[in-house]
């Protein structure tokens, strides 16, 4: 028995061993290489060259024209140029432009470079009365988008009117004012029935006398001194139809009443006046 186990157990190491050693023995495998992609390097794109700007060139010109004249003026302009032409006017004339080519414009600026009106910008014609004197400046330059275009300039300046005689105002006529009167009471002194005024009077000053008198009686009027004259009145006011512009006046009394004598004259003058009241009343 035990030599049966012995045998088996002999069997069994030579077998562990054989396995082991056909384990050992056995070829190993060479690993095979993982091919690494290479990356394929993207080509950097070119810059295209910006092309610089083109700085704006402006050009000015005098157009020498006088009042009644017609001027012309021919170019060419690129889309960077201008030409601005200087044209002479005065206050009241009339200033006219006008361009035949279609790809230019024109800008008319007043003296003070401001817009001369409100229909003057960017236009092919304008016309206008000037408000002022000086220089106006007539501004061309390409319409957008035209690279290069020709142009024909006409310009007109016509001479303010003449302006219409000012009638003369006729003469208002003004009233002669009335000149002032002076009026006074005639009184005889006691027992005397004639008395003498001296005074003054003027083209503007009339002296006027009131004699209390009654029918019947005789008044007598007499200027003794000066070149003054005399207008005697009824007692209503009325002129007495043979005692206007008199030096001497008599005559009967017709009716009751205060009768008036007024002193006048064409230039300022001294004068004495003799009155006098006699006879009976009626």
Do not use: H
Not at 247 to 269: H, R
């Amino acid at each position: 028995m035990l030599g049966l186990c012995l045998g088996l157990a002999l069997v069994t190491g030579i077998g562990s061993w054989a396995v082991v050693s056909a384990i050992l023995n056995s070829p190993r495998e060479t690993p095979v290489a993982t091919p690494t992609s290479t990356p394929t390097a993207t080509p950097t794109p070119t810059a295209t060259p910006t092309p610089a700007p083109v700085e704006p060139v402006e050009y000015r010109q005098r157009l020498a024209i006088a009042p009644g004249e017609t001027k012309t003026a021919e170019g060419n302009l690129k889309a960077n140029e201008t030409v601005i032409y200087l044209v002479p006017g005065e206050q009241g004339e009339t200033l006219s432009a006008s361009l035949e080519q279609e790809g230019v414009l024109m800008t008319v600026l007043a003296p003070n470079e401001e817009l001369a009106d409100d229909r003057s910008e960017r236009v092919p014609n304008w016309t206008g009365v000037l408000e002022y004197s000086g220089n106006y400046y007539l501004r061309l330059s390409p319409v957008r988008n035209i690279e290069e275009s020709e142009y024909r300039l006409t310009v007109n300046r016509q001479a303010a009117p003449e302006p219409s005689p000012t009638p003369s105002p006729s003469p208002t006529p003004t009233s002669p004012q009335p000149p002032e009167v002076i009026t006074q009471v005639i009184r005889f002194p006691a027992g005397n029935d004639t008395i003498l005024v001296a005074e003054r009077v003027a083209p503007n000053l009339i002296r006027r006398y009131l004699i209390q008198a009654q029918a019947g009686q005789v008044m007598t009027a007499e200027m003794t001194e000066g070149a003054a004259v005399m207008d005697v009145r009824f007692p209503d006011g009325e002129l007495i139809g043979n005692a206007s512009g008199v030096q001497y006046w008599e005559a009967q009394l017709p009716e009751n009443g205060s009768y008036a004598i007024d002193v006048l004259a064409n230039d300022a003058v001294d004068f004495t006046l003799r009155i006098s009241v006699t006879g009976e009343p009626f």
